[in-house]
């Protein structure tokens, strides 16, 4: 079982730049979530999706965007890349409100 | 917003003791969770407690749901080398939007063999 699918594991890009990252679930999980893990600040949630067709704000949403393109698919987008962006990022899934099942990781560094 | 206090940041042990870590809250929380990340490795749930008392354990694992709502702590007893990362707590409320972890900020744990 693949579980939570992240791609790319790692980029590199300049200021200004653009990409998206790319999350898919097999567990038929209701609830998707990205979070962004900084050093020695845990994880924190950039936006949520508790169900199909909806998203909403986490507690770090600027500079993203979000997509939940289907049950499966839960994609994060940075429009502008910002060295602040530099992170890791995960994603994670989970039925409703229950617990959270992450994906890898995908290493973001914006020069 | 809530915030975890989780403690301590990191351990430094001997193989085959046992350790502990706690997290407080200043909310009240319903869920308690706790993962583990590995190196270069997403989180990983270790042990997840759902009423006020419980106590639960998952091998060397033991974690207990504080009776204020406001705690939690994992403890690992008999220590090995390949219990080296990074320890999570993670907590939910039943206000406001449920779909909401709040984690802490990790406890960073190294096994010297």
């Known amino acids: 079982n693949a579980g939570v699918t992240q791609t790319p594991k790692f980029q590199v890009l300049k200021t200004g730049q653009s990409m998206t990252l790319q999350c898919a679930q097999d567990m038929n999980h209701n609830s998707m979530y990205w979070y962004r893990q900084d050093p020695g600040m845990g994880l924190r949630l950039i936006y949520y999706?508790?169900?199909?067709?909806?998203?909403d704000k986490g507690e770090v949403p600027n500079g993203y965007n979000v997509s939940r393109l289907n049950k499966r698919e839960f994609s994060l987008r940075l429009e502008s890349a910002a060295p602040s962006q530099t992170s890791v990022y995960f994603c994670?899934?989970?039925?409703?409100?229950?617990?959270?099942?992450f994906g890898e990781g995908s290493r973001l560094t914006v020069l | 917003g809530q915030q975890l206090n989780q403690s301590p940041q990191s351990m430094f042990i001997q193989e085959g003791e046992d350790v502990s870590m706690n997290c407080t809250s200043s909310s009240i929380f319903n869920t308690w969770l706790w993962y583990k990340q590995d190196p270069g490795e997403g989180p990983v749930l270790l042990i997840a407690l759902y009423k006020a008392g419980e106590l639960t354990s998952n091998g060397r694992l033991t974690a207990q749901f504080g009776i204020t709502r406001k705690d939690s702590f994992l403890n690992i007893s008999a220590s090995i080398p390949s219990d080296v990362g990074i320890y999570f707590c993670a907590g939910r409320n039943s206000g406001g939007s449920n779909y909401k972890l709040t984690f802490g900020k990790g406890t960073l744990l190294t096994v010297n063999p």
């Open positions: 994670a899934s989970s039925f409703s409100a229950g617990e959270l099942f």
């Open positions: 999706s508790a169900s199909e067709g909806t998203t």
